[in-house]
């Protein structure tokens, strides 16, 4: 890109920022049009007549950029755009990418109070505010894209669980499928194929109890450590490995300090739109109806996204010299019987979580249960 092209698609952003179209800029960088004047013009006068004929404002933060999506399938424009279209734009969406609004539990919480209408977040960083969606870090559990798919699509999830989300003021738009956690060593390890090659090795582990257990049930030395401080962690030696997916690896910038990553399938890294649901509960029921079908419409483009997604990120893990590594069947089956959410370590956590063991098995028969969606595995 040229000099002079840089400078003008600066310029026409600062414009569009300054006259307070940031939605408008956003969507006009994110579709490559900030070198036209004329393009800019168009996209923030369209943007402006949308918002001035809309009976609702919707917005929706995420920790992303909107660029993301070519390696992290979060899908917000997609989303933006299928809602308003979905309600015959009677509802505009503002979009807060980038962590501008703040970024996981922060976004749940402001979610909740009502502060902004909808954000995305991890199931992680939902776990607190209902605690029955963290049955998804059990391992091997769901840990498949197709098995996380069959279980927030299926009649047990929304029968057992969805209640529950609802009861703590939230309203589930759709679930997003990013790919599984991976186990990723840093430079200077070696391979991890099998459990008894994660013998003493540190483990990065967010605050997860369940994820906890499980890295000490497959032999690591599980060490907690903040998202934030991960990087350096990594870096000097504090911790060997970690178990983001590649997506994951690649946006926040650990392609240059990994050796290996290796698909172990036994969690998935997921996320998921939510509402807060006194403000959808307030509107009348065709505009409710419109953004429910705008997320299935969503939930499908990101399913269809997940294979190209995982190939750009790694492509690029590749160029920078990571190693990947598929297991067997004969493979998966050892880290299953080591750590899988069968063994009766995990019984706690099903009652816990599920309410109980009755509970749990309707919920695994959904996980088994082929849904009328596919995704791709790795």
Not at 44 to 59: L, Q, S, V
Not at 142 to 154: A, D, K
Request: proline share 4%; hydrophobic share 40%; glycine share 8%.
């Amino acid at each position: 890109m040229t000099k002079e092209l840089k400078s003008t698609e600066r310029r026409n952003f600062l414009k569009l920022v300054g006259t307070g179209s940031f939605t408008a800029a956003m969507v006009a960088g994110a579709s490559g049009m900030l070198w036209s004047s004329e393009a800019v013009a168009q996209t923030a006068n369209e943007e402006r007549d949308r918002e001035k004929a809309a009976d609702h404002i919707m917005t929706i933060a995420t920790a992303y950029v909107l660029g993301a999506s070519r390696s992290y399938p979060i899908m917000q424009l997609d989303l933006k755009e299928n809602i308003q279209n979905a309600t015959n734009g009677k509802v505009y969406v503002k979009l807060a990418p980038g962590g501008q609004l703040g970024a996981g539990g922060a976004l749940v919480q402001a979610v909740q109070g009502g502060t902004i209408q909808a954000a995305q977040h991890s199931l992680a960083n939902f776990a607190p505010f209902a605690s029955a969606v963290d049955l998804i870090n059990m391992p091997y559990f769901c840990g498949s894209n197709q098995r996380f798919t069959n279980l927030v699509n299926s009649d047990a999830w929304n029968k057992d669980v969805t209640p529950k989300i609802e009861a703590a003021g939230f309203k589930p738009l759709f679930y997003v499928v990013i790919d599984p956690r991976v186990v990723a060593v840093r430079k200077g390890g070696n391979a991890v194929i099998t459990p008894a090659d994660l013998d003493g090795v540190k483990f990065r582990v967010p605050g997860s109890a369940m994820l906890q257990q499980y890295y000490r049930m497959v032999g690591a030395n599980p060490t907690p450590v903040a998202w934030g401080e991960t990087p350096s962690a990594i870096k000097q030696g504090v911790a060997d490995a970690l178990d983001p997916s590649v997506g994951a690896l690649y946006v926040f910038g650990f392609k240059d300090i990994l050796s290996h990553v290796t698909f172990t399938q036994a969690v998935p890294d997921s996320q998921v739109f939510s509402m807060n649901l006194e403000w959808f509960n307030g509107l009348p029921q065709d505009v409710q109806d419109g953004i429910m079908f705008a997320g299935e419409i969503t939930s499908q483009q990101n399913l269809a996204k997940v294979p190209a997604a995982r190939a750009f990120a790694m492509s690029e893990l590749v160029k920078s010299g990571v190693e990947f590594h598929s297991l067997t069947d004969d493979q998966l089956a050892e880290w299953k019987a080591a750590g899988g959410y069968q063994r009766s370590e995990w019984d706690q956590f099903k009652t816990d979580l599920a309410g109980s063991m009755d509970a749990f098995a309707r919920l695994e028969e959904g996980a088994n249960t082929q849904s009328r969606y596919y995704v791709h595995d790795a």
